[in-house]
């Protein structure tokens, strides 16, 4: 049997906020660190194995980074999905986005390509 490899890997995501929704977006994201109502999103976001998940706002434009340990991000992805309090959780934040990417399957967030890092 073989063990399953534990991998890092760094995500940046962009996507733009409805310029009527950003004070609630900001609120929102402050409830989860000051209130029990939310805490479920962040202990699914750590079993999921995302760690140093910062969220920055600049106007209407936001800009997410994470870095993610596991093994199977497509399945911990799932996971998240399935998480009913997550899905409340994005029954709140989803509509504060306005369609950012030029994909059609993706509305909210885009994945952005890495094209730096330095550790040193």
Not at 21 to 43: A, C, D, N, P, Q
Not at 96 to 103: E, N, V
Request: charged share 30%.
């Amino acid at each position: 049997m073989g063990e399953e490899k534990m991998s890092e890997r760094k995500f940046g995501q962009i996507g733009r906020l409805k310029p009527e929704k950003i004070e609630e977006y900001k609120r929102l994201h402050r409830e989860t660190v000051h209130t029990s109502e939310w805490k479920g999103v962040l202990e699914m976001i750590h079993d999921c194995n995302i760690r140093n998940y910062s969220i920055f706002i600049e106007g209407d434009l936001v800009f997410g980074y994470f870095e993610y340990v596991g093994a199977d991000y497509a399945q911990d992805m799932k996971k998240m999905a399935a998480d009913k309090t997550t899905q409340d959780w994005w029954k709140l934040t989803k509509p504060c986005f306005t369609k950012y990417a030029d994909s059609s399957t993706v509305e909210f967030y885009t994945d952005m390509e890495q094209i730096f890092d330095f550790a040193g």
